[in-house]
């Protein structure tokens, strides 16, 4: 079982949860509210969002396949939504 060895930590800890808990709420209401193709293509955005904090805050270089990753990412996800986006004018 882990237990936090400062009250920091334990903040931390409280905050993260809570924030992913309320994350949840929100991705399951976007998920009744819009398509779930388009849904599911912010769940792996969020891992591009995440290398960039990585490289802008704490200087992490990415390496040539993490390039490849993220255009890979970034390119499904706008043909997702370009082509739900169709379907729904149709």
Request: proline fraction near 1%; include cysteine.
């Amino acid at each position: 079982m882990f237990f936090p060895d400062s009250l920091k930590s334990l903040a931390l800890i409280v905050g993260l949860g809570l924030s992913r808990s309320f994350s949840t709420l929100l991705f399951v209401r976007a998920c009744q509210l819009a398509k779930s193709q388009r849904i599911a293509t912010l769940n792996y955005a969020q891992a591009v969002f995440g290398y960039g904090i990585d490289v802008l805050l704490y200087g992490y270089s990415l390496a040539f396949i993490e390039y490849i990753a993220i255009v890979t990412v970034l390119a499904t996800g706008a043909i997702t939504f370009v082509e739900t986006h169709k379907q729904a004018k149709t």
